[in-house]
């Protein structure tokens, strides 16, 4: 089993929509979680950090749930600006990132 | 302010030969780690440079090694090269050889034939 998993996709929606990504880690160790977003074949960049309380930034909300072991992104009106890959990530407990495979989203007009 | 930047952008091998990667961290910025991103997957942790040592690895074969030089740039060096190790090899940069807000360089795209 990975130690981060994402939903496959990709994910095909028009502008405007609501649509969310899915992430669970493998480790209960883990000590913390972002989310990156990578456009085509570009360097990956850090989109948000994700709080056990959930944290909002504009259009993105994301969520931590410990138990259940589950991170997930919300993006809301999605513009065609936001069609990239979208990484979710963990910190292990030596400190190393660990990437999930991304999943892939396009935003059509 | 300059960030991360890598060298070559692009490269051609042949199997059996052996590759240079180059990195510049982003000024400021004393830590280096390199990942390795296969077609469709996420990035892959190789190592970590800090204070001209490696400090952590992840789980790649001896073929894979670098080298931090005092100005803080990287190399990454590969060896009897396969058909898998084609992939985009990304250079991130971060202060004190922690892992937290990362920068990345923008890559090295690696072709082996």
């Known amino acids: 089993r990975k130690e981060v998993e994402q939903d496959p996709g990709p994910f095909n929606v028009p502008e405007g929509a609501t649509v969310a990504f899915n992430c669970t880690y493998s480790n209960s160790a883990s000590q913390s979680f972002f989310w990156y977003r990578q456009d085509c074949r570009k360097e990956p960049k850090l989109l948000m950090s994700v709080y056990s309380s959930g944290n909002e930034d504009g259009r993105f909300t994301a969520q931590l749930n410990r138990a259940s072991q589950y991170i997930s992104l919300l993006i809301r009106d999605s513009k065609l600006s936001d069609s990239a890959t979208y990484l979710c990530?963990?910190?292990?407990?030596?400190?190393?990132?660990?990437f999930g495979q991304g999943t892939e989203l396009s935003v059509k007009p | 302010d300059a960030g991360v930047t890598q060298s070559p952008t692009h490269l051609i091998k042949t199997r059996g030969q052996q590759v240079t990667l180059r990195c510049s961290p982003k000024?400021?910025?004393?830590?280096v780690s390199w990942y390795q991103q296969a077609l469709g997957q996420g990035p892959q942790f190789i190592f970590q440079y800090y204070e001209e040592e490696e400090r952590q690895r992840g789980n790649f074969p001896d073929r894979f090694s670098g080298h931090q030089f005092p100005n803080y740039s990287s190399e990454l060096n590969v060896n009897a090269l396969l058909l898998g190790d084609s992939a985009l090899y990304l250079c991130?940069?971060?202060?004190?050889?922690?892992?937290?807000?990362?920068?990345f360089g923008s890559g090295t795209q690696l072709s082996v034939l």
């Open positions: 991130a940069s971060s202060l004190a050889g922690g892992y937290e807000k990362l920068f």
């Open positions: 000024s400021g910025h004393d830590t």
């Open positions: 990530v963990v910190k292990n407990q030596g400190g190393k990132l660990i």
